[in-house]
């Protein structure tokens, strides 16, 4: 019995494979380097301008500032036969695609009323202006006319509603869309008529006015560009 038992032992042992390890199959995958980044948004408004020598000042804005162009400043003021523009151009400089959406307003303002103006106007007590009746006006954006037409300019009112109505989808970093104003202020001032279009046949006809009914009257156009995440 003793014999039996050696050798019962010693095969036990050569199973556990004695001097070696034991082999199993094995597979490892990763998953490392998971990372959450927020894109940008960010809308940039630059502004130019054109106009009378030595009549207009341009505040060319950028990204937080605010740009403009003033017509007519302390020194020297707009007349009859003169012209100019504004351009804004406006993109995304983000990652992010928004919309764009634009809120205008304007004031018309009367500054008083000198002898021939009070003479031309014949009312002393209308409160605003009468530049943006007499004064033209087209809008385009991207070269499509918004306001206006290549031969006509429109008006005011006109200017103010097709730019609250605008709605245009901006990819980050695309090509931007470009808003022009053009302005006219004619030698011979009528008003736009129905169709709301200077210089073409209306009925009744356009009315001329006296040059003079626009004295020291001025405008201030009011913008808010808006880009919302779609």
């Given at each position: 019995m003793k014999l039996l038992s050696i050798i019962v032992t010693v095969v036990a042992l050569g199973a556990l494979g004695v001097g070696g390890t034991l082999a199993v199959f094995s597979d490892v995958e990763t998953s490392t380097g998971n990372t959450f980044t927020a894109g940008t948004l960010n809308l940039v408004?630059?502004?130019?301008?054109?106009?009378?020598?030595?009549?207009?000042?341009?505040?060319?804005?950028?990204?937080?500032?605010?740009?403009?162009?003033v017509f007519g400043g302390d020194a020297v003021k707009l007349k009859p036969g003169e012209s100019g523009s504004i351009t804004w151009s406006l993109q995304n400089t983000g990652t992010v695609p928004g919309t764009l959406t634009i809120l205008a307003s304007l004031t018309s303002s009367e500054n008083g009323k000198n002898e021939p103006e009070l003479a031309a106007a014949g009312d002393v007590a209308d409160p605003a202006g009468e530049l943006d009746l007499y004064m033209g006006v087209k809008l385009t954006r991207d070269g499509t006319f918004l306001v206006g037409t290549a031969g006509n300019y429109g008006t005011w009112s006109a200017l103010v509603t097709a730019l609250n109505a605008e709605s245009r989808a901006m990819a980050g970093g695309a090509a931007t869309p470009v808003y022009v104003l053009s302005w006219d202020l004619a030698l011979n001032l009528k008003s736009a008529g129905a169709d709301n279009l200077f210089g073409t046949v209306d009925v009744p006809p356009e009315v001329d006015v006296d040059?003079?009914?626009?004295?020291?009257?001025s405008l201030l156009l009011d913008i808010t560009f808006t880009l919302t995440q779609s």
């Open positions: 408004n630059t502004v130019s301008g054109t106009g009378p020598s030595g009549k207009f000042v341009v505040t060319a804005g950028g990204d937080g500032i605010n740009g403009n162009v040059d003079n009914v626009i004295q020291s009257d």
